[in-house]
């Protein structure tokens, strides 16, 4: 039974013609009354935001981008304050903030004020018929404080509860912040490779149209046949149609990326190129201590953790609300009543302190099985934390052994490269030679067109692969490599 005190205080408008040697009490009553007003408002308005207090940095308005080709590391940054991922993810923090000043506003007394100001009249039939009445005007401010003393820790258990909650959320806004700067940098590459395929299909169209010049002119002097030019004119044809699968595929990777990022669809993206020597990087360290790291850095491991405290913390709390409760009540005030007709200026006072205790005794079990359900909650967020760690340590070790198959398939697809670049330049000799023949030199040129692919793909794979073990741990930057 939450108690509840008055003090009342009153003065009448009147009180100035009437009676105006009592102007100095009501005068101190009211000062003193609006400057207790004063200093809660002020106290109760004094605590900083936590905001600040917690760490919870605001997303900030929309940025433009920047007109000259940038970087991976700008692209991340302009992602990070536009993509609605991360709003979204700092308002669900900053709710939870505000839960935990809710059940903090606990710690406190409650106080409120009241004004009133009434005015009334009251007639009265005598015996003999004379009507005679009463003017009476009462002015009353009144102020009202109640204060829980004890009870047996609900409140400090529920305060807790929402600080692992608050705890969880903000674990939760930095694993958003990473995923979407994964996702930035997966498209980035993607973004590359779909280019640079797309300016090695265009080669290939250019050297498909030497080699249809080349053989009209040797048909022209006798030594090819009609046959050798429609051969050419299909692997023509073919590498058109190469290019421009290949453009399509640049065109949507610009889409892409451009969702990622948080622009439109349509914008213009242009990249700075990347360095044209592959840092020549190898894993370092072994699969356990890579997944050592994931278990220590992931935040959305830490969240797990925090979310069963919190639900343990919520079974405590509910638990706690069957118990007594101890609530301070005071009260203390002084009224006044004038009755202008009479000349009467009629006053009281009054003052109190006491205890009010609040003793449970039945609610249909609903505390009971409030409680049971928190414990079930508690126990079904340990299980999605099981498989959490799970799930992180299979993405931690398809990571890692996509890494090393990246770093060794450089290598390959260079030599691959080479071998046919090689093949083709023979090939291409013999033909205008004379003495080779127009399918060994097609298909020469198309292996060395997929060899260049395959140089394209090995390269930013091993990027991709090297970002995606990244995310994998929870770390923006993978530091163990040499």
Not at 383 to 410: C, G, K, M, N
């Amino acid at each position: 039974m939450a108690a509840q005190t008055h003090f009342t205080a009153g003065f009448s408008p009147e009180r100035k013609r009437t009676n105006s040697s009592n102007q100095p009490s009501w005068l101190k009553l009211t000062s003193c009354f609006c400057i207790t007003f004063w200093l809660t408002v002020s106290v109760l308005q004094a605590e900083p935001l936590a905001q600040d207090r917690l760490g919870l940095g605001r997303v900030t308005a929309v940025q433009t981008l920047p007109i000259s080709g940038f970087t991976l590391a700008e692209l991340s940054d302009f992602a990070l304050h536009n993509n609605p991922a991360t709003r979204e993810s700092w308002a669900a923090a900053r709710s939870q903030w505000a839960a935990l000043g809710v059940l903090e506003a606990a710690n406190y007394p409650t106080l409120s004020a009241n004004l009133a100001l009434t005015r009334g009249m009251s007639s009265i039939n005598t015996s003999n018929g004379v009507v005679s009445g009463n003017t009476q005007t009462r002015f009353s401010p009144s102020l009202s404080l109640s204060y829980i003393l004890f009870d047996f820790g609900a409140t400090r258990a529920s305060i807790q509860g929402a600080q692992a909650a608050l705890l969880a959320a903000n674990l939760a806004q930095d694993r958003t912040a990473q995923a979407v700067v994964f996702a930035v940098e997966q498209a980035y590459y993607s973004l590359l490779a779909a280019r640079q395929a797309a300016a090695a299909a265009e080669e290939g169209l250019s050297a498909a149209q030497r080699s249809l010049t080349v053989v009209n002119a040797r048909r022209l002097a006798g030594l090819a046949t009609i046959g050798e030019v429609y051969l050419a004119e299909t692997a023509l044809a073919q590498s058109r149609l190469q290019w421009r699968k290949a453009q399509g595929e640049a065109n949507k990777a610009v889409g892409i990326l451009c969702q990622a990022v948080g622009i439109p669809l349509q914008s213009k993206l242009t990249l700075a190129p990347l360095d044209s020597r592959l840092p020549a990087q190898e894993v370092r360290q072994s699969i356990a201590e890579y997944l050592a790291q994931a278990k220590r850095l992931r935040p959305d491991l830490g969240a797990a953790e925090a979310q069963i405290r919190a639900a343990n913390l919520s079974a405590e709390a509910l638990a706690s609300q069957d118990n007594p409760s101890v609530q301070l009540a005071l009260s203390g005030g002084k009224t006044y009543n004038n009755f202008p007709d009479n000349g009467l200026n009629v006053g009281s006072s009054n003052a109190s302190i006491g205890l009010n205790l609040n003793i449970p005794l039945f609610d249909g079990k609903r505390a009971q099985f409030s409680v049971l359900q928190a414990q079930a909650r508690a126990e079904q967020l340990e299980s999605t934390q099981q498989r959490l760690f799970q799930q992180v340590e299979l993405e931690v070790w398809q990571a890692y052994f996509d890494l090393e198959t990246a770093q060794a398939t450089i290598e390959n697809a260079h030599a691959l490269l080479k071998s046919a670049g090689q093949a083709r330049e023979v090939a291409q000799a013999r033909y205008q030679a004379g003495v080779g023949n127009l399918p060994v030199l097609l298909s020469a040129q198309t292996d060395e067109a997929n060899a260049k692919l395959e140089v394209i793909q090995a390269e930013m794979g091993w990027y991709a692969n090297l970002s995606r073990l990244n995310y994998a741990i929870g770390s923006f930057v993978l530091t163990e490599t040499r």
